[in-house]
């Protein structure tokens, strides 16, 4: 696997911020809208990002039903997957997701950073 | 044991004649209508007039036989239904199609009003000339009373739902663009080229008030789940020591600031079944309320703990709060001095008691020395003894 994160994020300004900060330590960063846009990416990318960084909600497609197309491909089921949410109470949504970890809205830096030295 | 043969009450009708016999069941059928309490049965001349009266007529409608006897049936109903002719009206339907049943409001001597279920039966004789009509009617009103509470308990449960579902996607709405903002401002003070210090200090304050704002919306929501049940535990084991230590960790700047020093003694680990973030809610509460009322003075946290249950003493050597307030602070909107003087919702104790009590435990002020406030919390070792919803 890559050094490059997946942010699936709908919220541009969340989703830029995550970007840059992971690119900021040291990391390649990709990100896209919601779930069906990156499933389209993962089934093009030539290397699999260490790490997706999971919303649950998003348009399209949300974040529950990425990780279930996810985990029925065989390629892509084996890459951590961290929740990303608004929602306060979602750790048990999360875990029953097959979630690694989850960082809820609004996550600090060093939380992230820990999460992405983890798996990264 | 008597073992005389059961004893069996015999009429015998000794010369049989068929209208001794007749007037006998007749007397006996009067008696069994009269003596009828939970059907009001009576009759009505052509008119409309009350013939008869029966005990469940006294208890429906609160009229005695004398006072009732010879009145029209219209006193039984309500100005509305009378100014719309209804009793009349029922009464020449009953006539014209033998029957008529209906249901509504009607008036009780005293005035009050019942919900009645009426049926009125035409009499007639062999050449269909209209005797009078049979009446009888039964109080619905408890069956109607909790049918429109099951509704009004119906609708009120929905609204709560709606509330709930509404507050909680606000709050998922008002975290998300809070979330760019602190991210934003957190990659700013991170940045390896560094800011100067007064950019810093800047961008910091926006932070913290960053922090504020989504403390502010969960509690908020908080309020609304604990004021609705909706409030759930999610127990795992932990070590309350640790997790006290790192509560306090967080507010190390916040101390600075304060010009508190924050003090955790332990006996040691504290192992325990509880809900980790809502546990360190309670201590953040505790916290905040310490270096908000007391700043400038030391906060100490002290852990001990026996086989059955863990305690958490948090002190400050602030000006306490009165004893008659002791209990007031931990209720909604409560505090303890007036809210010129400080800020906030008023909800950071009563929060923390219904974290505290959802574990089974409970949290009091208590007195310790001359000055300051002292919070003990109890909690057993295990939330799942606890009354957690």
């Not at chain 1, 990156?38 to 990425?66: N, Q, Y």
């Not at chain 2, 009464?91 to 009607?106: C, H, K, N, P, T």
């Not at chain 2, 409970?362 to 003894?385: C, K, M, N, W, Y």
Request: charged share 25%.
């Amino acid at each position: 696997m890559s050094h490059t994160v997946l942010v699936v994020e709908d919220d541009l300004d969340i989703r830029q911020a995550l970007l840059e900060i992971i690119e900021e330590h040291g990391l390649s960063a990709a990100g896209v809208g919601d779930g069906a846009a990156a499933l389209a990416f993962l089934a093009r990318a030539e290397e699999l990002p260490c790490l997706i960084l999971l919303d649950l909600m998003m348009p399209v497609m949300d974040g529950a039903t990425f990780r279930e197309a996810q985990c029925r491909d065989p390629r892509l089921a084996s890459i951590p997957v961290v929740v990303l949410s608004a929602y306060r109470d979602v750790d048990h949504h999360a875990r029953g997701l097959g979630a690694v970890s989850v960082l809820k809205k609004p996550p600090s830096v060093r939380e992230l950073v820990s999460v992405l030295r983890a798996h990264c | 044991m008597s073992s005389s043969p059961p004893q069996t009450e015999v009429i015998s009708f000794p010369d049989a004649p068929d209208a001794a016999r007749s007037r006998s069941m007749e007397e006996r059928f009067r008696a069994l209508v009269s003596s009828v309490k939970d059907y009001a049965i009576f009759m009505l001349d052509p008119s409309g007039r009350i013939e008869t009266w029966n005990a469940g007529a006294e208890r429906t409608k609160g009229y005695t036989a004398e006072e009732i006897i010879g009145q029209h049936i219209s006193l039984f109903y309500t100005p509305e239904d009378l100014a719309r002719g209804l009793p009349l009206a029922l009464l020449a339907e009953a006539r014209r199609e033998g029957r008529v049943e209906s249901e509504g409001w009607r008036v009780r001597k005293d005035g009050t009003r019942f919900w009645a279920d009426v049926v009125i039966t035409a009499l007639v004789d062999d050449g269909g000339r209209l005797m009078g009509f049979a009446k009888v009617t039964r109080d619905l009103t408890e069956r109607v009373q909790a049918h429109q509470e099951q509704l009004r308990l119906a609708h009120a449960e929905e609204a709560v739902r709606l509330r709930d579902e509404f507050l909680s996607i606000a709050a998922h709405e008002l975290r998300t663009p809070l979330s760019a903002v602190q991210l934003q401002l957190q990659s700013l003070l991170e940045r390896p080229e560094g800011l100067d210090p007064r950019a810093r200090a800047k961008v910091e304050r926006a932070c913290r008030s960053g922090e504020r704002l989504v403390t502010l919306v969960d509690t908020l929501l908080d309020v609304s789940r604990l004021t609705t049940g909706t409030f759930s535990l999610a127990p795992t084991r932990f070590d309350l020591t640790v997790a006290v230590q790192e509560v306090v960790e967080r507010f190390r700047e916040h101390a600075l600031r304060a010009g508190s020093v924050v003090s955790v003694r332990s006996e040691g680990p504290l192992e325990g079944r509880w809900d980790r973030l809502r546990i360190e809610q309670v201590v953040t509460n505790l916290l905040t309320n310490s270096l908000k009322y007391a700043a400038g003075t030391p906060v100490d946290l002290v852990l001990k703990g026996s086989e059955r249950e863990a305690t958490l003493l948090v002190s400050d050597g602030g000006p306490g709060i009165p004893e008659s307030d002791w209990e007031r602070v931990f209720l909604r909107f409560e505090r303890a001095t007036p809210m010129r003087n400080f800020g906030g919702l008023g909800l950071g104790l009563y929060v923390a008691r219904q974290i505290v009590e959802a574990h089974g435990g409970q949290i009091q002020l208590t007195r310790r020395g001359e000055t300051g406030a002292h919070f003990v919390i109890q909690l057993p070792r295990s939330a799942d003894a606890g009354s957690a919803r």
